[in-house]
T-cell receptor
């Protein structure tokens, strides 16, 4: 069975500060990992994904995430927060269902950016 | 290329009624998944369809059903609505079935059950 835990339902940072959103996963097979962002009244948009290969993954809007197998983590970071980054962020895992797939989402972390 | 289109965007129903939500995937995408999003439960997987076949199903009662047509468009039906069915229902499409495929989400249908 797979699961995702996002640490912190709310994170607040100042504009220009480092953004760090934490995600830990559980998977019995090599996982595929994703970060999505959701703005109010919109669907989810993919920020970045890890499938295989390089463990540091770069995404859109200056975000990146590092897959650490030993820590079962896939934390999302951005060096300098911008007001437009305020949104809800979801970490997700999928993998190995065979003949169909099911993506499991974390509970989400709402990011607040203070001026 | 047009994105995933969900209709209607907003819907108000009363308990006991039934509702049908529609999802048109990105052109060429053959996999469609449905999710329920609520403040308390977060994003929960409902089911996934690929080439008109349900390939995966979440833990929802039989009141929740879906189907996919030959043009990949999908519908989701909820019968005998309950207050707890009030949620944002999201549809996502992807190119093929498979774990590592990116899912592209529609803006959702917000269902309110009174």
């Amino acid at each position: 069975a797979q699961s995702v835990t996002q640490l912190g339902s709310h994170v607040s940072v100042s504009e220009g500060a480092l953004v760090l959103l934490r995600c830990n996963y559980s998977s019995s097979v090599p996982p595929y990992l994703f970060w999505y962002v959701q703005y109010p009244n919109q669907g989810l948009q993919l920020l970045l994904k890890y499938t295989t290969g390089a463990t540091l993954v770069k995404g859109i809007n200056g975000f990146e995430a590092e897959f650490k197998k030993s820590e079962t983590s896939f934390h999302l970071t951005k060096p300098s927060a911008h007001m437009s980054d305020a949104a809800e962020y979801f970490c997700a895992v999928s993998g190995g269902q065979g003949g169909g797939f099911k993506t499991i989402f974390g509970a989400g972390t709402r990011l607040f950016v203070k001026a | 290329k047009a994105g995933v289109t969900q209709t209607p965007r907003y819907l108000i129903k009363t308990r006991g009624q039934q509702v049908t939500l529609s999802c048109s995937p990105i052109s060429g995408h053959r996999s469609v998944s449905w999710y329920q999003q609520t403040p308390g439960q977060g994003l929960q997987f409902l089911f996934e369809y690929f080439s008109e076949t349900q390939r995966n199903k979440g833990n929802f009662p039989g009141r929740f059903s879906g189907r996919q047509f030959s043009n990949s468009r999908s519908e989701m039906n909820v019968s005998t609505l309950e207050l707890g069915d009030s949620a944002l229902y999201l549809c996502a499409s992807s190119l093929t079935q498979g774990d590592k495929n990116i899912q592209y989400f529609g803006a959702g249908t917000r269902l309110s059950v009174l």
